[in-house]
């Protein structure tokens, strides 16, 4: 099997399925239990608090594990419009936000907020001139993803924070998919809340975090115990948050090896499918090393899926999540890719395991697969 699909999530680096082993089995404490089994535990969570805090420059505030970016991103969103609620009336996300982020929206449309949608260029940009026209007084809070899921654009995070805050508002970034590749400091990024997942970064499923400088703008809604600094209660899951941590620390110290691997591979499937006049709707110069997202005209990414993974190669239709949808995602349609391509958009991504023959392996497949399907 070759995998080109880390952008969906990644494999579970074997230190990291080692040191959760350990906490799973003779290490099964309650975090919260007062013998020595117990601190053991405690010690093990805080431990993975201060490598995930180390890591993205996270040394004030609150950083609170949840069970993936999907509750960190709902946690900030709900949390601070709920907290603060009556102060002001709009809350404003950008029109590529992942699914956590506009499905938190919908939510509190539901409550009576108002949801702004911030427009991107063709590059999957913000328009800045839109936003500081809809980033109003009205506005509660900002969201912003720092890298994009499906065609990787990143935003000039500190200089939207700076503008939202201008405003009054308070500034989220989803920072998800920026956090395998780039140096994050969420101090002085200027941002009030930060989300994180660990099985972007060879950490497992089903774990994450959520950094808030200031943990009374949040109210949270995980009710039932003190842990977290009561911004979400229940029994900590200290195998996923332990491995959490071990995944922090490993990608402290290859961060740039990995994304220097993974920025050649992209570089050479590009020029590839460029040279072979397929559509690359990634924005090379401002987008992370690790996506890369092409089309072909009339071609069907489905059938292309199909007949890769018939060969081995695991790739994306747009993003995982909209993997059961043939309908081309918001980002597609955001970003106003044409409609000749808008069915055929492929997201391959790039990080551990791969080496340039496999992306050479797979630019041939992708390339031939797409001509029979054209035929
Ligand atoms: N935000 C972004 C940008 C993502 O790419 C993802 C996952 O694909 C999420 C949030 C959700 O994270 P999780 O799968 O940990 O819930």
Redesign the pocket.
Known sequence: MKYFDH??TTPVHPLVAEEMQKWLTEGYFNASSLYQGGRMARAAVEGAREKVRELIGAQTGSLIFT?????S?NTAIIGCALKNRGKRKAVAVSAIE?H?VLESCEFLKQLGFEARILPVDGCGRIDMAEYKRLVDENVLLVSV?WA??EIGTIQDIPELARIAHEKGAFFHT?A??ALPYISLDVKSCGADMV?V????ICGP?GC?ALWVKDPAIIQPFMHGGQQEDRLRGGTENVAAIAGFGKAAEILAKTREENAEGARQRREFVFEQMKKAGARINTPMECSVPGILNIAFKDVEAEGVLFFLNMEGFCISIG???NSKSVEPSHVVRAIGIPEEYARGCLRISFGCGQTIEDAAALTEAVLRIAAQQRG
């Open positions: 952008a969906a069970s993936g970016g999907t509750e991103d992942h956590a993803m994009n899921n989803d998800v998919q989300s997942s660990a099985h972007k499923k994450g993003s995982a999540c």
